[in-house]
C-alpha cells in the first residue's frame, strides 16, 4: 500500500483527535515515555480490503495486516491496540485459540458477517513479553480485535478510515504508526467475481 509522504503519525493524531477521540499526544501534550520512533517499523501491508473495519451484529471487527520489524537489541510485545477516531470504551484482541479450548487453530470473531483465519496467519498470541523479537527480524500477520461500538454514520462504506496500531514493549512504552482501515458497513463485504464462476454456474437450457 502505498502512502503519501504527508500521511504520517502527527498528522493522523490530529485528525483523529479533532473527529472526537480524546487521545494523548506526546508532541502537543508533552513528553511521553514511548518507543524511539527509529526502534521499530510497522508498516501497513496487503491490498486495501485486508485492513478494515467491519460493522457487525453487536460492534466492529478490526483486521490490519502488517509487518513488525525490531531495530531494538532487546525487544519484546507486551501489548497491542487499535486506535480510531471514534471512542472505543470497549476493545479486546481475539484471544489466542490455543488458550481457549487448546485444540482450535482459528481465531473467530465468532459473527457470521466475518471470515476466520488461521493461527498462523495471526500476530495477536506475540503478544507475550516471554517471546524477544531479536535485532532485524520482523512478524508479519493480521491483528484482530473487536469493540462493542459501531461505525459512526460519517464514515460511508468503502471508505478510508484512519486509525493507529499501537505496539507496546516490555515495558509498556509505546509506538504509534498509522494505518488505513476500510470501513465496510451494513454487513457487508466485498466480493471479487471469479473468472470461472460463470462456468460453474451455467445457465440453464430449456428443452426443445
Partial sequence: MKKDKSYDSLAVARRIRAAGRPIYI???DGEARSIPCDGL???QTGGQLESCAIECAG?????????ITSKLPTF???DFDIQT???TEYFRLLEDPLLIDGHSRRYRFGVPEVQDFEREQVINHYADVRQILRFGHSLS?????????TIPERFRHGMMVPAFVMVYDQFGHPHRS?????AIRNRTRPRVMRKSSLLNHPDPIADR
Avoid at 141 to 149: A, M, P, T, V, Y
Fill in 85 to 87: 477516531p471514534w471512542p
Fill in 76 to 78: 519484546a510485545i507486551s
Fill in 59 to 67: 460492534g466492529t471487527a478490526y483486521i490490519v495486516n502488517v509487518v
Fill in 178 to 182: 498509522p494505518v488505513e482501515l476500510q
Fill in 26 to 28: 506526546g508532541e502537543d
Fill in 141 to 149: 500477520g493480521f491483528l484482530l480485535g473487536i469493540g462493542f461500538e
Fill in 41 to 43: 517499523r510497522v508498516r
